[in-house]
Every structure is written in C-alpha cells, then in structure tokens.
C-alpha cells in the first residue's frame, strides 16, 4: 500500500481508537492511555514493514509525530462536548 495512503488512513483512524482507549481505560493515567493507543495505532499501520521498505526513513520522527496526532485528537475531543457528562439537574458541568 502506498505510504501516504496508510498513513492518512492511520490518521482517520485516531478519533475513534482515541474513544475507545477511553472507554476501555478511562480510570488509567493519561499517558497510560496514550501509550496503549501509541500501541495499537503502530501495530496498525504495520510501521515496521514501513520502515523495512524504507518508506520511514526516522523512525523516531515518525513515532514522535503519531504521538503528537494523538495529543492534538485528545485535545480537540476534550474541548467537545463528547467529554461532557449531564449533572443531575440537566447541565453539564464547567471546566
């Protein structure tokens, strides 16, 4: 598959493995999540065959920037109103 291909398809892919790290470890430590979404998202996108056909030539850069994709999806989801949970009066909480 070509390289951009898989990895904007990675890319499509975050929001929804963000969500479900958050459902499966939402009581865990953030970087925890983090890490097992890193985890997941690599194993995914078969970087090591990337990286064997030479198609990521930095492997830590690329490492560096799936992780930043990840930061900047748990920080647009964060600031949306998936995070918000009704109180029992009907509104939400404040930040």
């Known amino acids: 598959m070509d390289f951009l291909s898989q ?3 990675g890319i499509a892919f975050v929001p929804a493995l963000v969500s479900a790290i958050e459902g499966l470890f939402g009581g ?3 970087s925890d999540k983090k890490d097992a979404a890193m985890s997941f998202l690599q194993n995914a996108l078969a970087m090591t065959d990337a990286v064997a056909n030479r198609e990521i030539t930095d492997p830590v850069k690329f490492k560096s920037g799936l992780s930043l994709v ?3 999806t748990v920080q647009c989801l964060n600031a949306s ?3 918000r949970q ?3 009066s009907g509104i ?3 930040a």
Do not use: A, N, S
Request: no cysteine.
């Open 70 to 72: 990840i930061d900047g």
């Open 92 to 94: 939400p909480p404040t």
């Open 86 to 88: 009704p109180t029992v």
């Open 28 to 30: 865990k430590l953030g």
């Open 81 to 83: 109103t998936w995070l």
């Open 7 to 9: 990895l904007l398809r």
